[in-house]
């Protein structure tokens, strides 16, 4: 490969690597390292293994191309770099020649990200999953609303009417779970309510949360803040907002608490929850292109979401707490849904990330108050 040639590849906007019959990485093109966040400097010399340690579909792509002496693609393969979360990338190996004309045993390995189509697919699949599961929730709890009535109501007769003091203990109890099954209802059919939209600033919004969360464990939680003052406010039902993200925070919140419970160490330090704002442009969302958006992030370092519930994680009554109601993950997807926005997660021992996308409107697109520090 000539130098003029290496000169070619970095006019590229999709992200190249040139490696050598060893598999060592000779040339890495800007729009890879944008990519990758390596630099081609540091990444010269190493071997692809070295850099790619999550995967072995590129080793046997490059394998397969050379053997036939051939392009070949793989689609949708997850490529980790450096212990970051795995990309979901498009992989396709070409052989080339070398400049004295010879074989050379040389590959480009070209590599374009599929996660915006992934995340599409995705978030139309939760779409239609989730309005399913809005109208079972809604039609169960108005099934359940109408006999509780009846239940509390034949309690309180009988407990005027039993004689033996001793008895008004069962009574008493039948009251008290039909008005917490009564709350639990509610808090079903609250998510149904028509949004009251407003110009909101999302970061009030976390401030909010972080208050709330501040006075409910002050001692055993540390929350990090990392806004972009500079960004724009939301059309919004402030209070649906609200109530989705202290949701997840709280989640989190309450999975760090147990978790310093369980510990040997006492003393060890409290948990840590991040929120972190961030402007995304060019995104669809609800099935519309929006030409600006606002990414707010809810990250803890605590032990993750169990591999058996992250499939359902977001169904209602489903939960990962024993004695959690499993439904605020599914209140707050319903709300963050009302507002064409999109809500997703990444999770594994120490670190688990929602992600909350919400559409900025056209004519809101000025900065937003900025937000002491």
Same mark, same amino acid.
């Given at each position: 490969m000539?130098?003029?040639?290496?000169?070619?590849?970095?006019?590229?906007?999709?992200?190249?690597?040139?490696?050598?019959d060893?598999?060592?990485?000779?040339?890495?093109?800007?729009?890879?390292e944008?990519?990758?966040?390596?630099?081609?400097?540091?990444?010269?010399?190493?071997?692809?293994?070295?850099?790619?340690?999550?995967?072995?579909?590129?080793?046997?792509?490059?394998?397969?191309a050379?053997?036939?002496?051939?392009?070949?693609s793989?689609?949708d393969?997850?490529?980790?770099?450096?212990?970051?979360p795995?990309?979901?990338?498009?992989?396709?190996?070409?052989?080339?020649?070398?400049?004295?004309?010879?074989?050379?045993?040389?590959c480009?390995?070209?590599?374009?990200?599929?996660?915006?189509q992934?995340?599409?697919?995705?978030e139309?699949?939760?779409h239609d999953?989730?309005?399913?599961?809005?109208?079972?929730?809604?039609?169960?709890?108005?099934?359940?609303?109408?006999?509780l009535g009846g239940?509390?109501?034949?309690?309180?007769l009988?407990?005027?009417?039993?004689?033996?003091?001793?008895?008004?203990?069962?009574?008493?109890?039948?009251?008290?779970?039909?008005?917490?099954?009564?709350?639990?209802?509610?808090?079903?059919?609250?998510?149904?309510?028509i949004?009251?939209?407003?110009?909101?600033?999302?970061h009030?919004?976390?401030?909010?949360?972080?208050?709330?969360?501040?006075?409910?464990?002050?001692?055993?939680?540390?929350?990090?803040?990392?806004?972009?003052?500079?960004?724009?406010p939301?059309?919004?039902?402030?209070?649906q907002?609200?109530?989705?993200?202290?949701?997840?925070?709280?989640?989190? =919140? #309450?999975?760090?608490v147990? @978790?310093?419970?369980? &510990?040997?160490?006492?003393n060890?330090? /409290? %948990?840590?929850?991040? $929120?972190?704002?961030?402007a995304?442009?060019?995104?669809?969302?609800?099935?519309?292109?929006?030409?600006?958006?606002?990414?707010i992030q809810i990250?803890d370092n605590?032990?993750?979401?169990?591999q058996?519930?992250?499939?359902?994680?977001?169904?209602?009554l489903?939960?990962?707490?024993?004695?959690?109601s499993?439904?605020?993950?599914?209140? =707050? #997807?319903?709300?963050?849904? @009302?507002h064409h926005? &999109?809500?997703?997660?990444?999770?594994? /021992? %120490?670190?688990?990330? $929602?992600?909350?996308?919400?559409p900025?409107a056209e004519d809101?697109?000025?900065?937003?108050?900025?937000v002491?520090?």
């Open positions: 000539k130098t003029a040639a290496l000169a070619g590849l970095d006019l590229l906007a999709t992200a190249v690597i040139l490696i050598d060893t598999d060592t990485i000779r040339h890495m093109n800007p729009a890879a944008n990519l990758f966040a390596l630099s081609s400097l540091a990444t010269r010399g190493r071997p692809v293994r070295e850099i790619f340690t999550d995967t072995t579909v590129i080793p046997a792509a490059i394998e397969y050379r053997s036939h002496n051939c392009s070949y793989e689609h393969v997850p490529v980790g770099v450096a212990g970051r795995a990309l979901h990338l498009s992989c396709t190996v070409t052989p080339v020649e070398l400049g004295n004309g010879e074989s050379g045993e040389s480009l390995i070209e590599f374009r990200p599929i996660n915006q992934l995340r599409i697919a995705r139309e699949r939760l999953q989730n309005a399913a599961n809005r109208e079972l929730v809604r039609n169960l709890a108005h099934e359940i609303k109408n006999p239940i509390r109501g034949a309690a309180q009988l407990d005027r009417e039993l004689d033996d003091p001793g008895l008004h203990e069962y009574t008493q109890v039948i009251m008290q779970e039909a008005d917490r099954l009564q709350k639990l209802m509610d808090r079903l059919l609250t998510p149904h309510r949004p009251q939209p407003a110009l909101v600033s999302v009030e919004v976390l401030e909010r949360v972080r208050s709330v969360l501040l006075a409910e464990y002050h001692h055993d939680l540390a929350i990090v803040r990392d806004y972009d003052v500079s960004l724009p939301v059309l919004g039902d402030r209070e907002l609200i109530q989705a993200l202290l949701n997840i925070a709280r989640n989190a =919140a #309450q999975a760090l147990e @978790q310093r419970k369980r &510990a040997a160490d006492r060890a330090q /409290p %948990g840590e929850i991040t $929120f972190r704002t961030r995304v442009r060019q995104v669809t969302l609800s099935r519309k292109r929006h030409r600006l958006a606002i990414e990250a605590g032990p993750g979401i169990s058996e519930i992250r499939e359902r994680i977001f169904y209602p489903v939960s990962g707490r024993e004695g959690g499993g439904l605020g993950l599914t209140i =707050a #997807q319903n709300f963050v849904t @009302q926005g &999109a809500i997703t997660f990444e999770s594994e /021992p %120490g670190c688990t990330r $929602f992600y909350i996308l919400l900025v809101s697109e000025r900065p937003g108050p900025e002491a520090q």
